[in-house]
C-alpha cells in the first residue's frame, strides 16, 4: 500500500448523486460520508458546493472543520465554480457562489478551489479568461487556498496543454491545474506528456479507469461507467509515473463516478475506491 495521502473527490462518496441531475445533492449526511472516507484510509475530502450548503445549514462551518479533523481529514477541496468568465445574470449567480465558497474555504482551511472550464464549448476570449482566472487566483490565496481548473475534453479548455496555457497566461502562482487521469485519457494525450507539466502548475490530481470504448457522448460516458483503478484500459502506472516526474507527490484524488459505483453503500464505496488506487500507487 501506499505512504501517499489520498483524497475522496466529492462524487466518490456522494451516493446516489450525479453531475447534471437537477439536484446533484447527496442523500447521506456529510458525517456518514466523512467516516466512511476515513475508515477507508483517505486523507483528503471533497466537498460539492450544495452539499457544503446543505452542512452548514447542519453543522455550521466550524462544526464540519471539526467532523473534519476529527476523521484526520486534513486534504479540504470545494467545488464547483462555473460562470466565473461570464457577465450579467449568469455572472451575478457566480459571484454569490465564489462568495460562498472562499468564506467556506477560509474557515474550514481548504487547500484547493476546483474551477470549471465553459462545458458549451462557445466562443471566448482567452485574454478575459486569463484576466478573470488571475483575479480568482488571487482571491484564492488571499484565504490560503489554490485555485485549480479542471479542463474537459467536450469543453472550451479540452486539454492539459490548452489548460496549462491559460493558467500561464494568468501568470498567477496560485493557480493551475486539477489534471483527471480520466479527461487526458479521452483527450488522446499520451501519458508521458504530463511529465513535462510545471510541477508548480499542479493544483491536484484525479485517478480513475475506464472501457476503452466510449458509449454515448463523454459526459455521458464519465458520469455514469468510470471504473475503478486498474479495472479499466487507462495507463494509470504511466500517468502516475509521469506526474510523479513532474514534481506531485500527492494527495492523489480518487474520482469514482458511475452507475454500480451509486448503488452501493458509502463504505464499501470507499473502500473499494481507496483500495484500488493505492495499490496501484504503493
Known amino acids: 500500500m501506499t505512504t501517499e495521502d489520498l483524497l475522496a473527490t466529492c462524487w466518490t462518496t456522494a451516493g446516489d448523486?450525479?453531475?447534471?441531475?437537477?439536484?446533484?445533492?447527496?442523500?447521506?449526511?456529510?458525517?456518514?460520508?466523512?467516516?466512511a472516507a476515513a475508515d477507508a484510509g483517505f486523507k483528503g475530502?471533497?466537498?460539492?458546493?450544495?452539499?457544503?450548503?446543505?452542512?452548514?445549514?447542519?453543522?455550521?462551518?466550524?462544526?464540519?472543520?471539526?467532523?473534519?479533523?476529527?476523521?484526520?481529514?486534513?486534504?479540504?477541496?470545494?467545488?464547483?465554480?462555473?460562470?466565473?468568465?461570464?457577465?450579467?445574470?449568469?455572472?451575478?449567480?457566480?459571484?454569490?457562489?465564489?462568495?460562498?465558497?472562499?468564506?467556506?474555504?477560509?474557515?474550514?482551511?481548504?487547500?484547493?478551489?476546483?474551477?470549471?472550464?465553459?462545458?458549451?464549448?462557445?466562443?471566448?476570449?482567452?485574454?478575459?479568461?486569463?484576466?478573470?482566472?488571475?483575479?480568482?487566483?488571487?482571491?484564492?490565496?488571499?484565504?490560503?487556498?489554490?485555485?485549480?481548473?479542471?479542463?474537459?475534453?467536450?469543453?472550451?479548455?479540452?486539454?492539459?496543454?490548452?489548460?496549462?496555457?491559460?493558467?500561464?497566461?494568468?501568470?498567477?502562482?496560485?493557480?493551475?491545474?486539477?489534471?483527471?487521469?480520466?479527461?487526458?485519457?479521452?483527450?488522446?494525450?499520451?501519458?508521458a506528456e504530463l511529465a513535462e507539466v510545471p510541477g508548480s502548475r499542479i493544483v491536484d490530481v484525479e485517478l480513475d479507469d475506464a472501457d476503452a470504448q466510449v458509449i454515448g457522448t463523454l459526459f455521458e460516458d464519465t458520469v455514469r461507467r468510470r471504473r475503478l483503478c486498474g479495472e479499466g484500459t487507462f495507463d494509470l502506472p504511466g500517468i502516475i509515473g509521469a506526474l510523479r516526474r513532474a514534481g506531485w507527490s500527492g494527495p492523489w484524488g480518487v474520482e469514482i463516478l458511475s452507475d454500480t459505483h451509486r448503488t452501493l453503500p458509502v463504505r464499501e464505496a470507499a473502500d473499494a475506491a481507496y483500495r484500488t488506487a493505492a495499490a496501484l500507487l504503493g
Open 17 to 35: 448523486a450525479a453531475p447534471g441531475r437537477a439536484d446533484e445533492r447527496s442523500p447521506l449526511s456529510l458525517r456518514e460520508r466523512a467516516e
Open 45 to 191: 475530502f471533497g466537498l460539492l458546493y450544495t452539499d457544503l450548503v446543505e452542512a452548514e445549514r447542519g453543522y455550521g462551518l466550524a462544526g464540519i472543520r471539526s467532523l473534519f479533523e476529527d476523521n484526520g481529514l486534513t486534504h479540504i477541496e470545494l467545488e464547483l465554480l462555473t460562470d466565473w468568465w461570464a457577465d450579467g445574470p449568469r455572472r451575478a449567480a457566480s459571484d454569490a457562489v465564489r462568495r460562498d465558497l472562499l468564506r467556506a474555504a477560509e474557515a474550514l482551511g481548504a487547500r484547493t478551489l476546483k474551477i470549471g472550464p465553459d462545458v458549451t464549448d462557445g466562443p471566448w476570449d482567452p485574454d478575459v479568461w486569463a484576466e478573470e482566472f488571475a483575479a480568482l487566483a488571487a482571491q484564492a490565496d488571499g484565504i490560503g487556498a489554490r485555485l485549480g481548473i479542471e479542463f474537459l475534453p467536450w469543453s472550451n479548455i479540452k486539454t492539459v496543454h490548452d489548460g496549462l496555457r491559460l493558467v500561464e497566461a494568468a501568470g498567477h502562482p496560485a493557480g493551475g491545474l486539477i489534471i483527471d487521469a480520466w479527461h487526458t485519457e479521452r483527450a488522446g494525450t499520451p501519458a
